[in-house]
């Protein structure tokens, strides 16, 4: 029986792999033959000892410790948590770095968007500082201190900031879908050395744009005040990557004052008349689209010009359906063929003017109308300080991030049912934008909010009113927010259908026992090992490290089946099923083949001191072999 490994995703070891499979040719008893994989690339490979290089010191470690798999876990925490047996939501406590690894097998290629907020670098706030001997101790260190600035005096100002953001880029890079998409908040003290980074980590090709986000005014410049920010934005693979493209805001708002008109008068050139007055007096709210201000029987519309800018349009004779004679042309012919116009006509998209002397055009419909995502934004985002501050009592958070723009990011980039994550969640301003989405939109987008525990001043505002750490901000601001959501909805179809919930992990040390070689009572340390479950971890602790190291995404459904006095867990109708027991009975084993998968290979994995003896282990292998079942693994 294999015993599972208590490591994450061995990233190394999954690129060797998929080199072997491309390149077998450049193995050499094993390993990589640099020489036969030069002679494979031929011309691709750069011998000049000078090339454009962005390096710092400190990058080769930072490149080392985003290969080094975690040793920790993610333990559930019911108690913090909301709506545990329901949510598809996730709120993780713990350093990003181990917890992106710890994501690396179940989330591989899931993840549609990732919207972060990283420390901007001003020299006062903090910065990560990884160990790559044992980052899971050092976790702990950190949530046990106050976190320290990275002050502009310190000599590796930038490198320390370099070496934090690099390994938590390229992890996060292999969580995205092909046609995933990453949003990167930063402002000028970053943001040049952040983009030659994702160039690297993304590739040049993969970059979008720079969303420029003018949030609020600078009231103490020295020479120029700065107003704004960036939204940096790479894609994981352009080429996957559609037209992003919603529903146009403001035409909708015109298509909701068209109804309200529609209900007071029966006369179309009323409500024509009606809305073009609104629409004049609400110019400034509708630009781009103050001109869809005709109506029909059909609805609101613009009539787009048909004719052609230069010679070389299309010629044909169209018959005014009225004088039925034919229509005027444009001097250089139409814009479009005549098979267009016949099919616009017969859906009555045709404007015809009065008489054949009008050149007739298209009616393009205000439901048709789609706006893109701008690279310029404007928001004061004090708006958002204060929202924060009614919805909590207090103040308790400086400067969250507007939910109105986190909401058009991932309106623009995603699908009704896809997974954002944010690794630096702070607030929760993103778990706050995706649950008023799925409102709206009626849709069921999930998240996965990543905080590191940071304790909160003693004199703050936050600190007084309880909250001793930034994660306790996070998920009661996501509570109330819910709540709110819900109350003001409480008459909408559906709103009980609403995800508002989130189960909570924290980053911690293995469940599993590691052998102590430094022990000076051996006997003890034997005796110790006989169970390789710490003492104070349950079996629903394991369950959730064999989800981890089995490739199981942390909400899936959990099935407890009673045999006897023991546990069968099913996850994912079959594909794993695990007993977790001391003493796991015949019983148990002749349970399981009722339980496999229909649709894929079923894996069972058994506490390794769960059997008697080695012989009833192999008994139980030989028996699952029986039904199929071949992979069966001991933790």
């Not at 008109?261 to 007055?277: A, C, R, V, W």
Request: net charge negative; glycine share 6%; proline share 3%.
């Amino acid at each position: 029986m294999e015993e599972l490994c208590g490591k994450s995703m061995d990233l190394t070891e999954e690129n060797l792999n998929s080199l072997k499979q491309l390149l077998p040719e450049v193995f050499t008893e094993g390993k990589i033959d640099f020489e036969k994989l030069r002679l494979v690339l031929g011309d691709e490979v750069d011998d000049n000892e000078e090339r454009y290089e962005f390096i710092w010191n400190g990058k080769n470690n930072a490149i080392r410790i985003a290969q080094t798999p975690s040793t920790g876990t993610l333990r559930p925490d019911k108690e913090s948590s909301k709506n545990w047996d329901d949510t598809e939501n996730l709120y993780i406590e713990g350093d990003n770095l181990e917890v992106l690894k710890l994501l690396q097998k179940s989330y591989f290629g899931k993840v549609k968007m990732i919207y972060i907020d990283p420390p901007y670098n001003t020299g006062k706030d903090f910065v990560y500082h990884d160990n790559f001997r044992d980052n899971i101790a050092n976790y702990k260190d950190i949530t046990n201190q106050t976190t320290k600035a990275n002050p502009e005096t310190n000599g590796r100002y930038h490198t320390n900031w370099l070496n934090m953001m690099y390994p938590r880029l390229k992890l996060a890079r292999n969580l995205l879908r092909e046609e995933g998409v990453i949003f990167i908040s930063i402002d000028d003290n970053e943001v040049n050395n952040l983009k030659k980074m994702c160039d690297e980590i993304f590739g040049e090709s993969n970059f979008i744009a720079n969303i420029i986000w003018q949030s609020a005014t600078d009231n103490n410049p020295r020479q120029i005040s700065i107003e704004h920010e960036y939204i940096m934005c790479y894609c994981k693979s352009l080429e996957n990557q559609g037209k992003w493209l919603i529903e146009s805001s403001k035409a909708k708002l015109i298509e909701s004052k068209y109804l309200e008109l529609k209900g007071k008068y029966n006369d179309i050139n009323d409500i024509q008349s009606e809305l073009k007055i609104w629409i004049k007096n609400n110019e400034s709210s509708l630009k781009g689209v103050s001109h869809y201000s005709y109506v029909d029987n059909i609805g609101v519309y613009y009539p787009g010009n048909s004719s052609n800018t230069k010679p070389g349009g299309y010629m044909f004779d169209i018959i005014h359906p009225i004088t039925k004679k034919i229509c005027k042309k444009p001097e250089f012919g139409y814009r479009w063929p005549e098979k267009t116009f016949l099919q616009a006509a017969k859906r009555g998209d045709v404007d015809w003017g009065n008489d054949e002397n009008t050149i007739p055009k298209i009616k393009k419909r205000i439901d048709t109308v789609t706006e893109m995502l701008k690279s310029y934004y404007y928001e004061d985002n004090r708006y958002w300080t204060k929202y924060m501050t009614n919805l909590m009592g207090k103040k308790v958070f400086e400067n969250p991030k507007s939910v109105y723009l986190l909401e058009r990011l991932i309106k623009f980039t995603t699908g009704p049912d896809s997974i954002v994550l944010d690794f630096f969640s702070g607030s929760s301003s993103t778990a706050d934008a995706i649950m008023n989405i799925n409102l709206q939109d009626n849709s069921e987008c999930k998240f996965i909010m990543v905080q590191l525990p940071e304790l909160t001043d003693e004199k703050s505002e936050a600190y007084k009113a309880g909250y001793k750490n930034i994660c306790e901000i996070g998920k009661e601001r996501i509570r109330r927010a819910g709540d709110k959501i819900v109350s003001e909805n409480k008459d909408k179809e559906g709103i009980e259908n609403l995800d508002i919930g989130f189960k909570v992990f924290k980053l911690d040390s293995s469940n599993l026992k590691s052998w102590d070689s430094s022990m000076d009572n051996l006997e003890q340390n034997l005796l110790d090992m006989e169970s390789n479950l710490k003492q104070d971890r349950t079996n629903e602790d394991l369950l959730y490290e064999i989800f981890l190291k089995s490739g199981i995404e942390l909400t899936a459904k959990i099935e407890e089946i009673k045999v006897g006095y023991n546990t069968l867990y099913n996850i994912g109708q079959g594909a794993l099923l695990a007993c977790l027991d001391d003493k796991i009975t015949q019983d148990v084993i002749d349970e399981i083949p009722k339980h496999k998968s229909p649709f894929m290979d079923t894996k069972v994995i058994f506490k390794e001191a769960g059997f008697m003896s080695d012989a009833a282990k192999i008994n139980a292998v030989q028996n699952l072999k029986q039904f199929k079942i071949e992979d069966v693994r001991s933790v």
